[in-house]
Nanobody, 115 residues
Framework: QVQLVESGGGLVQPGGSLRLSCAAS????????MNWFRQAPGKQRELVAT???????NYTDSVKGRFTISRDNAKNTAYLHMNSLKPEDTAVYYC?????????WGQGTQVTVSS
């Protein structure tokens, strides 16, 4: 069974940085588009960043210039590097992998930005 396991969340002060990791198993990782979503309390889940199988990246406007998505196909892992964090970045962050009709989710990791 495919598994996506996120790690790297935690409590950080405004202006700080975190790196989230998404380790994939039992899937041909390199062919999947990998996404990071987030969901804040009382809000809908939103797409934060996408990286295609060829390495092309896209970001939602609110994180452009602060977040970087990357992948290491040799390690079957996707990353989300988050800099200049703001309180409004507080959310549960989810890793997602998609390839045609296949769609997999991780369980999420909490990111809290607070002083």
């Amino acid at each position: 069974q495919v598994q996506l396991v996120e790690s790297g969340g935690g409590l950080v002060q405004p202006g700080g940085s975190l790196r989230l990791s998404c380790a994939a198993s039992r899937m041909t990782f390199s062919i999947y588009t990998m996404n990071w979503f987030r969901q804040a309390p009382g809000k809908q889940r939103e797409l934060v960043a996408t990286i295609t199988s060829s390495g092309g990246a896209n970001y939602t406007d609110s994180v452009k210039g602060r977040f970087t998505i990357s992948r290491d196909n040799a390690k079957n892992t996707a990353y989300l590097h988050m800099n200049s964090l703001k309180p409004e970045d507080t959310a549960v962050y989810y890793c997602n992998g998609r390839w045609y009709g296949l769609n997999y989710w991780g369980q999420g990791t909490q990111v809290t930005v607070s002083s």
